[in-house]
Nanobody, 125 residues
């Protein structure tokens, strides 16, 4: 079975940066459409950034120009570089993977094949 493990969350001040990592066990990131999702308290989960097996990316409007999703195929790690963080970016961030969806589909996905357990990001003003 595939398992996804996120890391890199933490607490930073507004304007700061964090880099999230997602390490899969039981599979290769190059085989999947992958994405980062977040859920803030009292809000629905939303897609933040997604990447195709071929590297095509998609982003939510709220993070365009600030977040970058990328893959390191050699290390088999998915990243989310988050810059210029805002208090409204505070949420639990989840990594997810799917065998059958491209980046745009992943970004708007309700369901994915595999999910991580999340890493908490807290941005203070």
């Amino acid at each position: 079975a595939v398992q996804l493990q996120e890391s890199g969350g933490g607490s930073v001040q507004a304007g700061g940066s964090l880099r999230l990592s997602c390490v899969p066990s039981g599979g290769r990131i190059g085989s999947w459409g992958m994405g980062w999702f977040r859920q803030a308290p009292g809000k629905e989960r939303e897609g933040v950034a997604a990447i195709d097996p071929d590297g095509t990316t998609s982003y939510a409007d709220s993070v365009k120009g600030r977040f970058t999703i990328s893959k390191d195929h050699d290390k088999n790690i998915l990243y989310l570089q988050m810059n210029s963080l805002k208090p409204e970016d505070t949420a639990m961030y989840f990594c997810a993977a799917d065998l059958a969806q491209n980046s745009e589909e992943v970004l708007n996905a309700i369901s994915m094949d595999y999910w991580g357990k999340g890493t908490l990001v807290t941005i203070s003003s």
